[in-house]
């Protein structure tokens, strides 16, 4: 079992960067694919990047490509996403998941974390 908790949101101006972290408790941390995905308001949840456990595969949506970096420390139980040139439409609370199957579904969620992006 994993329990996740997002941090590192925040108010940041168009073209500014912000790191996100995911950090998980329980030993079980690197047995997990994790994944970023946010929610705008009046929006469902969409798919923003996903690392394997082992950190060898990775995969962004269309829209972050080139902006967003997922990456992980086992050791730490933590993942992150870096986003930089950061647009007003990335505005939204961004959630990690952790999943047991790479592309299956996700098995655990933290609570989220608020981004806002002024232009």
């Known amino acids: 079992q994993a329990q996740l908790v997002e941090s590192g949101g925040g108010l940041v101006q168009a073209g500014g960067s912000l790191r996100l972290s995911c950090a998980a408790s329980?030993?079980?941390?690197?047995?997990?694919?994790i994944g970023w995905f946010r929610q705008a308001p009046g929006k469902g949840r969409e798919f923003v990047a996903t690392i394997r456990r082992s950190s060898d595969s990775t995969y962004y949506t269309d829209s972050v490509k080139g902006r967003f970096t997922i990456s992980r420390d086992n050791a730490k139980r933590t993942v992150y996403l870096q986003m930089n040139s950061l647009k007003p439409e990335d505005t939204a609370v961004y959630y990690c998941?952790?999943?047991?199957?790479?592309?299956?579904?996700?098995?655990?969620w933290g609570p989220g974390t608020r981004v806002t992006v002024s232009s």
């Open positions: 329980g030993r079980t941390f690197s047995l997990y694919h």
């Open positions: 998941g952790a999943a047991s199957n790479w592309g299956g579904e996700y098995d655990y």
